[in-house]
Structures are given as C-alpha cells and as structure tokens.
C-alpha cells in the first residue's frame, strides 16, 4: 500500500507546497496579543484541513489560553494509537529589518523556502498532516490510529498545556507520541532522538550592607557584594570546568558501553562546532564533547548583575549583586535534589557577614530516554536504514524537551521527535528557512514509519522499566 | 581687631541667614541644562555680593562651560595670598517626592535649615564670604590677601576646572588655598584634614564565544563569560580581603609612628560605623579600620554585568562580561603603575580561549599629604585649640578631592578642607540640610584662622619635600 501513498505523495508535491505557503502566511505569533487574531485564523484553517482530509471530532481543545487544535482518524481497531504532535505559533519576526524578505510571505530562494516558521516548526507539521492526509485519500486508512494535536503556545513555553492534557485526558489517550517538533541532526547522517537532558533552574543574591557604600568612605575594611558574588560562583566548578558542587555526581548513571557507541557513532566535528561559535573547549574531564553535552551534566550563571552599569565610573561598594543559574541534568539526577545541593553549596560557601538569598528555584523537566527495545525506536531504525541505507545513530539532545516530559508524566507515554528541519536553519532569528528537498524527504519518511509502527501490537509500546537503557 | 569682626559678625547674625536663605533660594543645579538661568542668576548674585562687600575685580572665568566667579582683595602687601575656594552648584534635587520641604525654599526644623546645597557647599561658602566681608565692614582689611573662586561645575566632576586655571593661571597666582568645600569629620572633636587618598579607575571584559550560546546545546563544553568573569574578580583579593594583586603594595609607604598616633587620636567607633549601614568588617589584616581607610590602597568592583538579567530565565551561556574597577591609592603609589598592574593580572590570569579587554583606563588624582609644618595645618591647629580646648586630630580622607590634586598639580599650592558642614546631613540626598550652629562656629573658625594665617611669612607656604611626612 505504502507505494501508492508515496506516488500519491510525490504527484501532490506542488499542491502540498502550495498549503504550506498558506499555511506561512498567516502570521500566529503567539508571545504578542496584536497576532491573536491570527492565532485564531491558523486554527480555522487548520481544523478546516484536518476536516478536509476526513478527520473526525475535529475540534479546539482549550486551556484557558491559545486553544490547541485536535483532530482523530481511529478507524484501525487493534492497532497502536499515535499522537501527532505540532505547533502552530510561531516566534516573533523581530529584528524585522534583517529580513531579506518580508517573514509572512515565503519566498524560495536555493531551494529553500524563507519565512518566519518555516522550520520551526509548520514546515514539518505539514509533512505530518499531508502523510495522514495522503493514507486517508489513497486507502481511505491509515496504519494507525492518529490523533493530531496541534500546540497553540509552544513559542511561549506552554503555559496551559498542562490544563489542556488535563482536561482532554480521555480524549488524549494514546500510545505514543510522535513530534513533528525536533529535528533532525544531520542532513546526512541518518539519526534517531532517544533522550533529552532535564533542566532546573533557581536564582541567588548576595547583600553585604543596607546600601550601597562610598569606596572613599568605605574602601579597604568591609565586604563588596560583587566581590562575594564572584567568589561564589567561581567556586562552582573547578578548574577543568567540572562542577564543584558536592553530591552534584554522585547519581549520575555512569555511560554505557552501548552510549558509548551510540555516541560516537554520529560523526560529530569537534574543532568545527567550536570553530563556528568561536569558542573553546572547556569542561569535566575524561569525555567527549558529545558526551559531555548529552550524556553528563551541566551548570551555567546565565546572567549576574550587581552595582553600577551604566556609562563612566561610580565609585561605590555594592551592596547587593543576583544571578541566575540553570543546570542541565541527565538520568539518575533528580532535580529537586540537584538544586538543593546547589543551594547547600552557595550557603556552606557563603561566608560570614553576607546574606544570602536563594529565590525562583524552578524544577523543570527532568532527564528522558527513550529505550532501544521502544517500537518508536525501532520502526524509525528501520525507515531510517532503508532510506539511506545506513544504520541510525542513536542520538541525545543535550537540551530538554518540555513537551516530551509533560507527555510522559501526564499521559504515560513516551515522545519520539521525528522532525524533518536540520540544525542551521535560523529558528528564532530572521530569514528562518526550511529546505525543500527536506519536505520530499519528510513525507517519505514519514509515511513509512505510521507504515512500520502499524507492524507493533499495542501492548509493545508500554516501557517495562527493565527495558530502559 | 578679630574681637571687633567676631563682634561684628555676631551682630549680622540674622542678616546673614537671610542672604544664605536668597543664595540658596537659586536652583543652581549643574547637572541639568533646563537650570542653566539658574546657574547664572548664582553667578550675578555672587559677583554682585562680590563687589559689594569690596572685593576687586569681580569677573567670571569661563573655560567653555559653567564660569567661575572671581573677586579678590590685595591690600595686604607682603602677606600671603590665599585662594579661598568654594563652588555654587548644587547637586539636583531627585527623588523630590521624598523632601519634606521643598528643595529650594530652605525651611529651619530643629535648628537646621534645610534646602539643596546648605551642606554641600552654600553654607560653608557663606561662612568663609561673610568673613572677608566683616573685615573689610570692620577695618577696610583683611589679615590676609584674598582671591575668592567660586566654581559652578564641582557637581558635575569639574569638566573645565583645567582649562578655567590654564586660562587664567597668573590671576590664580596664590600661596595656599583654603577651602569650604570639605567638611569636619566630627561636630564634637576638632580634626584637620592633612591628605586623602588618590584613586584611579579601568573597566574590563571577556568574551569566550562570538554569541551567546544555548546551554542545552553547549552546557558541559565552553568556557562561560561570568564563571570567567568571576574568577578573574575573585582572583583580585586574598580570603582576607587583601588585594592579591602582585607588587601592589610594593610602593605603598609604611605607616609612620605619627601616622599612627594621629589615626589612634581621633575617636572612632569601628561597631558603629560598620553598623549603621549592616556591614561587616572585611579588609588587610594587621590595620584598624581608620588605617584601612586612610593608610591603606583599596581596590573595589564598583559594577558587573553579563548574560539574561531580566525576568524569569534564559537559558545561555553568555558570552561576554565586563566590570568596572577603582583603585583608592596612598602616598608613595603612583595611579598609572597601579593601574598596570592590575592589568597585568588580569591578563595573566585570563586562561587561554578567553579574550580580555581593558577600557576607559582613567588615572584619576594622586593622594595627597598636607605636611603638619605647613602654616595651613599650624594655623588650623592654633584656631581649634583656641576655640575648643582640644588638640585637633590629624586627619585623612579615605576618599579623594579632585580639586586638592588640581591646585596642586597646576598652581603649585596645597589646600587645607576648612568646610563647617558635617558627614550626616545628607548631602547629594533628599532632606539636606545645614546645622545653623554650625554657621556661628564657622564664622568664628574663619576670622580666627585668617588672621591666624596672616601671621606667616610668605616664605612658609612653600612646602620643601623635606618637611613632607
């Protein structure tokens, strides 16, 4: 059957094309109230597709902020039920005047259409809806059940999500979940995401006085504030760069032979990757870069501040000087204990005479993987090894993925991202492109894999603890 | 004759808080160009009280910004000539809603007036004006040859002070100054003013990528620009708070037997100094506070500043950070050296991968010593003994007097601080006020001490290196 969806496919290229610059033109910025009007037309749209395509109980799921759209095709009894995953807000367009052309109105140049969320991520949302749409029109069937979920506020970190799932809980009922939001690492080498490092987050500020102190008055017999700050977060990693923090180690899962493998198996240029960033090299001894980013933790000041900032001198002894600190976490942290062996840290280092305040500590997601033996995991191997003939590396993200932890802990389920955009193409900044030959790729891709996952029976996509990796 | 001039001073008594009340009844601020009528409606109002009470020559020296105002009396040949200086400018009067009466309608509570500038200097400059002019009310005379400069850019960090005494360099011609600017350390315990410290500022910063990057996709394997910043500014000082920075104290001269007398002389309470603004003492070990001080360089961040500083989180890793520093420096430490050497730390402990920059480098006044020969400090020490019983303490400043280091440097001529304001009336703050007693003392203080100082030959105010201490 899957021959005939490809073909069919293949003869709807410039149709599906031309729905996707529909689609790109409609401007759903979700972070500012002046779009919500858009926001309200990409739904209508979208529903008014997902009911094109012969979805049914097609309908906005509200959680008291931008609404997500649903839709469900469950006419394959006895086989899996798949969550589509998308989003149809996109970032802000700003610094508009450094678009070489206008963000709504997508333009091809080099084989790759420019506009604002073309990559991120309505290029690989449409690819999901037009396979499903493609299964539908040539068999009037798909492989699996689908139910498409389609995010309103994933550019604004999700804010009624959890309401939503909440909410719609029965109708959300599904056995996995497969993301049209995560791309892929290499245009080249075949990969497959199987986990993600967990995030926390907290903030902290010293005080060493009541106000700020003359240096002429003061200078040379009390503490100055940015003084202790930077005492204190110098002490939070050594000098490799390994963090500091006593216990910070202690439970994480030492790596595998077969991440081991999994990791070096991804061809991964180090002196490039640093080279672009001009950056360098700098962390815990004894691993690798990839290793490093994905399979052990980390911690960053993502911002400090104390004193006088503006233009010439001010000659005084601050008084008080924050940061903001996040870590990155991998499996066998959990971030409760984590933030507090940070916050017993910055105490147990804090000296006598300064205060110390700890606020917005923040457990966010924690560390996900996906096992080897998970039927996501599998069919997409084998898509992956028979498009390209090559064996997929099993790949880890370095950052976390809100999404995929909300899914597991609320739904039970696990996340496999199975987007079709590559890493370069200016997401969040201007002139964000998707690549064309990307999209004939995708609904291959896709259209294979609802093809390979109809082969699993149900009860193989429940995660027995002893299979995890 | 200085009976007759107390006498007659203390008969003027309310005719002097009158014309105090008109001179700071002028919104003379600086800062502000909308008040720029103001600054020369102060100027009109002094030259006329100038030539009124028979100064000479009255004229404003202008060296391209706001004018001084100029007046002088020579009618004592064979005298010495003392630049009585003192400035008219005042400080804005922000935040204004916390005055409890308006700035610029002085207003007596508690036996003080309170108005923007009566500390900071219009009162002590009344004090030293109304002198001269009892003298010549009284006797046609003065003890002592008199140039008065009154400057009108003091607040704002006297940006044409230079050109004012390039310009005009043979009329400012004088062999010491006295100054009502700098004020007593204490309302009970007599104290001379012998020096102050220097200072000197730089800014620098780092950079360890060409942007800022996201920490889930790099956390674990660059430097970060604030863990960087931080150790570079935690390397600047010892555990103890002593400056760690090589040969800084090279230079710095031993603190002498007199020295340490002088300081152990004027009492001082360390608790409550360091409690009435809740710090804690922190410093070189091996000095009293009031060494620490006076005695002793300081090195202080004075702002610092990197990465996501608003609400919430982001999370990068940073790429740059910068800091601002001063240096507060004693006798025998030259600002340029020092400052070097705190570059040179900087840089030499920068890691490799870490790009270091040093801005706005800005050598600032040398200190500067008052020798205890000197007829300024003999005069002072006669008129407080007389007026109070008490053998005045040898004091200095911790904080540096740019004006004291210009005379210095471009007349030639030391200055003695004989300011009758005191360190808790608020000045540069909302609810600055004068204490009226004050304005009785001061007036007795400055006829004593000019005719105090008339008693010297000119030949005693040039100040041999040798009498130096």
């Known amino acids: 059957m899957n021959e005939r969806v490809v073909d069919f496919?293949?003869?709807?290229?410039?149709?599906?094309?031309?729905?996707?610059?529909?689609?790109?033109?409609?401007?759903?910025?979700?972070?500012?109230?002046?779009?919500?009007?858009?926001?309200?037309?990409?739904?209508?749209?979208?529903?008014?597709?997902?009911?094109?395509?012969?979805?049914?109980?097609?309908?906005?799921?509200?959680?008291?902020?931008?609404?997500?759209?649903?839709?469900?095709?469950?006419?394959?009894?006895?086989?899996?039920?798949?969550?589509?995953?998308?989003?149809?807000?996109?970032?802000?367009?700003?610094?508009?005047?450094?678009?070489?052309?206008?963000?709504?109105?997508?333009?091809?140049?080099?084989?790759?259409?420019?506009?604002?969320?073309?990559s991120d991520v309505k290029g690989s949302t449409t690819i999901a809806l037009e396979v499903v749409a493609a299964y539908l029109a040539v068999s009037g069937a798909c492989p699996v059940n689908v139910k498409v979920f389609l995010e309103g506020e994933e550019e604004t970190g999700s804010p009624t999500l959890g309401?939503?799932?909440?909410?719609?809980?029965?109708?959300?009922?599904?056995?996995?979940?497969?993301?049209?939001?995560?791309?892929?690492?290499?245009?080249?080498?075949?990969?497959?995401?199987?986990?993600?490092?967990?995030?926390?987050?907290?903030?902290?500020?010293?005080?060493?006085?009541?106000?700020?102190?003359?240096?002429?008055?003061?200078?040379?017999?009390?503490?100055?504030?940015?003084?202790?700050?930077?005492?204190?977060?110098?002490?939070?990693?050594?000098?490799?760069?390994?963090?500091?923090?006593?216990?910070?180690?202690?439970?994480?899962?030492?790596?595998?032979?077969?991440?081991?493998?999994?990791?070096?198996?991804?061809?991964?240029?180090?002196?490039?990757?640093?080279?672009?960033?001009?950056?360098?090299?700098?962390?815990?001894?004894?691993?690798?870069?990839?290793?490093?980013?994905?399979?052990r933790p980390s911690l960053d000041i993502n911002g400090m501040w104390g004193g006088y900032t503006g233009q010439g001198g001010k000659t005084i002894i601050p008084n008080t000087a924050s940061a903001k600190l996040t870590v990155r976490l991998v499996e066998g942290q959990n971030s409760s204990d984590v933030l507090q062996q940070v916050a017993q840290h910055l105490h147990s280092h804090c000296p006598a005479g300064v205060s110390l305040e700890i606020s917005n500590m923040f457990c966010g997601a924690p560390a996900s993987t996906l096992s080897p033996a998970h039927p996501l995991v599998r069919a997409a191997e084998t898509v992956l090894f028979n498009e390209t003939g090559r064996q997929a590396a099993h790949v880890r993200l370095g950052a976390s993925v809100p999404i995929t932890a909300v899914f597991k802990e609320m739904l039970g389920v696990d996340t496999l991202m199975f987007g079709y955009n590559l890493p370069d193409e200016d997401v969040h900044a201007p002139n964000e492109f998707f690549r064309i030959k990307s999209i004939g790729e995708g609904l291959r891709g896709w259209s294979l894999f609802l093809e390979e996952l109809g082969k699993y029976p149900v009860s193989a996509f429940s995660t027995p603890e002893r299979l995890k990796q």
Chains 1, 2 share one sequence.
Request: aromatic share 8%; charged share 25%.
């Open 9 to 118: 496919l293949h003869a709807e290229h410039d149709n599906i094309l031309s729905r996707l610059d529909t689609f790109l033109r409609i401007p759903s910025v979700s972070a500012d109230p002046a779009y919500s009007v858009h926001m309200n037309e990409a739904r209508q749209h979208l529903a008014e597709r997902l009911k094109q395509i012969g979805m049914q109980n097609v309908c906005e799921l509200d959680g008291g902020g931008e609404a997500a759209v649903y839709g469900e095709w469950l006419g394959a009894p006895g086989k899996p039920t798949i969550l589509i995953y998308g989003h149809y807000d996109v970032q802000p367009e700003d610094p508009i005047e450094l678009w070489k052309s206008p963000p709504f109105e997508p333009t091809v140049r080099d084989g790759c259409i420019f506009a604002r969320g073309a």
């Open 163 to 295: 309401n939503i799932i909440d909410r719609y809980r029965d109708l959300l009922k599904v056995d996995a979940v497969l993301s049209a939001d995560g791309g892929r690492a290499s245009a080249d080498f075949p990969t497959i995401n199987t986990g993600a490092r967990g995030n926390g987050q907290l903030e902290f500020s010293v005080r060493t006085a009541d106000k700020d102190l003359h240096s002429g008055r003061y200078g040379g017999c009390v503490r100055n504030a940015l003084h202790e700050m930077a005492t204190l977060v110098a002490s939070l990693h050594d000098v490799n760069g390994a963090i500091a923090v006593e216990g910070f180690y202690a439970s994480v899962e030492d790596i595998t032979p077969r991440q081991k493998t999994d990791t070096a198996a991804f061809p991964f240029d180090e002196k490039a990757f640093l080279g672009d960033v001009a950056a360098s090299h700098h962390g815990e001894p004894g691993f690798i870069i990839r290793e490093q980013l994905t399979l």
